[in-house]
């Protein structure tokens, strides 16, 4: 992996055409991956972004099946791991705005431990607080102060991208592409993922968004309605992002129609558009060296989220290997910190807090500080070959 993140200061293309790869094969072929995979073109993305993928497959094969939730990620990932948690004796409050982070500052005047957080008008202290947000997550959530250390300010020079989300409804099955009749027929019960089409994850080269699929099929649990065909799902990319949302349904629909012509007899009876200003950090050459570690300057606060410095990419994927490399520090540093919790019978005195609490940040269930009961189960190290920090981890402090 250090040598595929040595590459980050390169795109893909200046990487893929120096070997002698051709400029057909990145239009029609790399451009609608780099798109899938960070929104931006193989002009624009880091060819570590694209390489880390590539290194993955080559080294787990089994990484390159493509799988799809049977329904909603609320039900089908959220829901369990909620669960799991809860079984284990952890309390997740939602809709539970964080004012500020309560902090004791050093002699130095940099801040030193982490108190607690400011919950609506309430002081709740913590002995450790771990910050899982996304990016534009954790630049609201970090006070101002926290900019004094390098490992938090290189945080602000990462930006996101804007994506549109758009959902199509039609009356029959879009990806059918032999029977006529099969296209047409939304008889009978179908929620078994047996409906005509193309049970798959789709890209092509062909249309602004790269990736797409029909959640009747590929998440039918939730998607697929009886009576009703395709629920076509894709992703606009900047691109697209500034239309208004009728435009987008409109650009998104005729595009659809010229990858499956003869969709063009069904009728679109819904649609839904979902902005989101900022999704993924932009992954342009030169940002690796600005993604914090998951341990911090500051002993007893932690950080979690795909932004975070890991070996694969800002996505769910990446998110899960933050929160195993998370634990890792958590548990690296539990002695320390349960030493100086036993030392919190009250604010020693001379301590300063701070008390400039900002107005309430839109964090709902952003930043959490849980409570967990280890019953021996939680291994840090599994399913991942990537859990501990890589050797070119950026330094601590």
């Given at each position: 992996?250090d040598?595929?993140r040595d590459?980050?200061?390169?795109?893909?293309?200046?990487?893929f055409?120096?070997?002698?790869g051709s400029r057909g094969?990145?239009?029609r072929m790399?451009?609608?991956i780099?798109?899938?995979?960070?929104?931006?073109?193989?002009?624009?993305?880091?060819?570590?972004?694209?390489l880390t993928?590539?290194?993955?497959f080559?080294?787990?094969?089994e990484a390159?099946v493509?799988?799809?939730?049977?329904g909603?990620?609320?039900t089908?990932?959220?829901?369990?791991?909620?669960?799991?948690?809860?079984d284990?004796?952890?309390?997740i409050?939602?809709?539970t705005a964080?004012?500020d982070i309560?902090?004791?500052?050093?002699a130095d005047?940099?801040?030193?431990?982490?108190?607690?957080?400011?919950?609506r008008n309430e002081l709740r202290?913590?002995?450790?607080?771990?910050?899982?947000?996304d990016l534009?997550?954790?630049?609201k959530v970090?006070?101002?102060?926290?900019?004094?250390?390098?490992?938090?300010d290189n945080?602000?020079?990462?930006?996101?991208?804007p994506?549109a989300?758009?959902?199509?409804?039609f009356d029959?099955?879009?990806?059918?592409l032999r029977d006529?009749h099969?296209?047409?027929?939304?008889?009978?019960?179908?929620?078994?993922g047996?409906a005509?089409?193309i049970?798959n994850?789709?890209y092509?080269?062909?249309?602004?968004?790269?990736?797409?699929?029909d959640?009747?099929l590929t998440?039918?649990?939730?998607?697929?309605?009886?009576?009703?065909?395709?629920?076509?799902?894709?992703?606009?990319?900047?691109?697209a992002?500034?239309?208004p949302d009728?435009?987008?349904?409109q650009?998104?629909?005729d595009?659809?129609?010229?990858l499956?012509?003869s969709?063009?007899?069904?009728k679109?009876?819904?649609s839904n558009?979902?902005?989101?200003?900022q999704s993924?950090?932009?992954?342009k050459?030169?940002?690796?060296?600005?993604?914090?570690?998951q341990a911090t300057?500051?002993p007893?606060f932690?950080?979690?989220g795909?932004?975070?410095?890991q070996d694969?990419?800002d996505?769910m994927e990446g998110a899960?290997?933050s929160?195993?490399?998370?634990?890792?520090?958590?548990i690296?540093?539990?002695?320390a910190i349960?030493r100086?919790?036993?030392?919190?019978v009250g604010?020693?005195?001379?301590?300063?807090?701070?008390?400039?609490?900002?107005?309430p940040?839109?964090?709902?269930?952003?930043?959490?500080?849980v409570a967990f009961?280890?019953?021996?189960?939680f291994?840090?190290?599994?399913?991942?070959?990537m859990a501990?920090?890589p050797?070119s981890?950026?330094?601590?402090?």
């Amino acid at each position: 992996m250090d040598m595929v993140r040595d590459l980050d200061d390169m795109t893909f293309t200046e990487w893929f055409t120096g070997l002698g790869g051709s400029r057909g094969s990145i239009d029609r072929m790399w451009d609608p991956i780099a798109y899938a995979l960070g929104f931006i073109d193989c002009d624009k993305i880091s060819a570590r972004c694209m390489l880390t993928i590539f290194m993955l497959f080559a080294i787990r094969t089994e990484a390159s099946v493509l799988r799809m939730l049977d329904g909603s990620p609320q039900t089908f990932l959220h829901d369990p791991i909620v669960k799991y948690l809860e079984d284990r004796g952890a309390t997740i409050h939602l809709r539970t705005a964080i004012r500020d982070i309560a902090y004791e500052t050093g002699a130095d005047g940099l801040p030193s431990k982490i108190t607690g957080l400011q919950v609506r008008n309430e002081l709740r202290e913590f002995d450790a607080v771990v910050c899982a947000c996304d990016l534009p997550g954790v630049k609201k959530v970090l006070p101002k102060p926290f900019r004094q250390f390098p490992a938090f300010d290189n945080i602000y020079e990462l930006d996101a991208v804007p994506i549109a989300t758009v959902q199509l409804r039609f009356d029959g099955w879009v990806t059918e592409l032999r029977d006529g009749h099969k296209m047409h027929d939304v008889s009978g019960d179908l929620s078994d993922g047996r409906a005509p089409g193309i049970d798959n994850l789709l890209y092509s080269a062909d249309a602004e968004f790269s990736c797409f699929a029909d959640l009747a099929l590929t998440s039918p649990g939730e998607y697929y309605k009886e009576g009703e065909g395709s629920l076509m799902q894709a992703v606009m990319d900047s691109r697209a992002y500034n239309r208004p949302d009728d435009v987008i349904v409109q650009d998104t629909l005729d595009q659809m129609h010229r990858l499956f012509p003869s969709s063009r007899e069904l009728k679109c009876t819904w649609s839904n558009v979902v902005k989101l200003g900022q999704s993924l950090y932009r992954e342009k050459p030169g940002q690796d060296k600005f993604r914090p570690s998951q341990a911090t300057p500051i002993p007893n606060f932690f950080l979690a989220g795909s932004y975070t410095y890991q070996d694969y990419i800002d996505s769910m994927e990446g998110a899960t290997k933050s929160g195993l490399m998370c634990a890792d520090e958590i548990i690296n540093a539990a002695d320390a910190i349960k030493r100086e919790a036993a030392t919190n019978v009250g604010l020693p005195e001379g301590k300063v807090i701070n008390k400039n609490f900002r107005e309430p940040l839109d964090m709902t269930a952003a930043t959490a500080a849980v409570a967990f009961v280890d019953d021996g189960s939680f291994d840090a190290n599994e399913n991942t070959d990537m859990a501990m920090r890589p050797e070119s981890a950026p330094t601590i402090g």
